[in-house]
Structures are given as C-alpha cells and as structure tokens.
C-alpha cells in the first residue's frame, strides 16, 4: 500500500540526548514536511523540504535538524537544544509544491522527556 | 492576527443529523488552498475535502461538502448524516500561493462528538 510510515510510534528522550523520528514515503511525492502538535493546538512547521538534498527551516525550527538524501526519506532528529520536545510530531508529504497539492500524513510519532 | 479561526472547541450532533463546523481565515494573497483534516485519537491526520480559491462551486466528498463564502473568508465545514466513526478532531487549514514553503497553516480545531 502507498503511504508514509512514521516510526518509532511513542520515543523517550533522556536529558542532553538527541533523538531520530523516521519518516518514509512510497507516493513518490518530491516535497517533504515535518510538524509539530501541542496539546489542543493545530500544527506548527518545522522544517520542509521540496527537492533531494534541499530543505528549509519553518516557523519553530530551532532544536531540530533534518535530512533529505533520498526522495523516500526525510528523517527528523531532535536534538538536545530543544528544551521542551514533549508533543506529538507528524510527517507529511505532497506530490508539489503549489497551493493547490494535497499533503497526506503519516500516523505521527509521540515524543516524551523522561 | 490568526489566520485559521476555529471557534467551535467542542460540537456535539446526534447520530444521523447534519452538523456544520466554522471556520474562517484571512489572506491578503488572492490564490489560496483551503483545506479540511479529520484527526482521530489514533492521531492520524486524514484528508477530507479541499477548495480552491478559485473555484466557483462548493468542492464536495461523498458526506463532506464545504461551505465555501469568499466575500465574507468562510470555510464551513458540513457532515451529513453523522455517523459514530465521524467523533474526532477536526482541523481547517489554508495554503498560501505566496509562502515559498506552501505549509499547512491550521486552526485549532473542533472536538466533534457523535451521539448515538
């Protein structure tokens, strides 16, 4: 089945650790995205991506970093400078870059501070 | 200023009865995607329905019809014939042809309850 497959499902981070959420996609859509959803809110940008090897930071970048080498995957680390990384994360992808492209979702990673 | 306004938290509808959720946004940019996602409490976003700014019907997806008022910047949402599996989040969000980023720009939701 195409789709995007988000993994681990929960995360734990310890204090000063950096932690990896994977996000992979079998649509062949060239444009990537990664949000962020506190607690009753909508979702915020991150980082996103139109193209391999390129990507741009969104409205709350800081304390995140992002790769794209493969059009497949955009994987999303969360690095030990973000001081309040408790929320739920979801990857989204849409086949262009216009107003008009769909992004579909992935069923999200929820990530705790131990 | 918000650019998503949602300002129903929480609806409650009777199983089988139409229900109707606001929202309103604002753009200075004339080409604009609107959207709506369901999110349940698996958290999965799923896409419902979208309209274009352009578009001069009411975009319409099977139960989900869009309510499409430019002039006043509304996009209501309407479900006919609620069903139980329908109980979840339900975001508005808007596309701006003028962010280079075309990011999802989402209100804060309405907590949909369907009663049996």
């Known amino acids: 089945d195409g789709g995007i497959t988000q993994s681990p499902k929960y995360l734990f981070r310890k204090e000063g650790q950096n932690v990896t959420l994977s996000c992979e996609q079998n649509?062949?859509?060239?444009?990537m995205y990664w949000y962020r959803q506190d607690p009753g809110q909508g979702l915020r940008l991150i980082y996103y991506?139109?193209?391999?090897?390129?990507?741009q930071k969104g409205d709350i970048a800081e304390g995140y970093s992002v790769s794209r080498e493969k059009k497949e995957s955009f994987p999303l680390t969360v690095t030990s400078a973000q001081k309040n990384p408790t929320a739920f994360y979801l990857c989204?992808?849409?086949?262009?870059?216009?107003?008009?492209?769909?992004?579909?979702f992935g069923a999200g990673t929820r990530l705790s501070v131990l | 200023a918000q650019k998503i306004t949602q300002t129903q938290p929480g609806m409650f509808v009777q199983e089988k009865e139409a229900v109707t959720l606001d929202c309103t946004y604002d753009t200075s940019d004339p080409s604009y995607g609107l959207f709506w996602y369901k999110q349940p409490s698996s958290g999965e976003m799923i896409f419902l329905i979208y309209?274009?700014?352009?578009?001069?019907q009411n975009a319409t997806e099977g139960r989900y019809s869009l309510n499409f008022q430019k002039a006043r910047k509304s996009a209501n949402l309407v479900i006919s014939a609620s069903q139980l599996g329908d109980s979840a989040m339900y975001f508005c969000a808007m596309r701006e042809a003028m962010d280079s980023s075309y990011k999802l720009i989402f209100g804060s939701g309405t907590r949909l309850l369907v009663r049996p």
């Open positions: 309209q274009g700014s352009y578009d001069q």
């Open positions: 649509l062949n859509h060239d444009a």
């Open positions: 991506s139109q193209i391999v090897n390129d990507f």
């Open positions: 989204a992808s849409s086949i262009g870059t216009g107003f008009q492209g769909i992004q579909y």
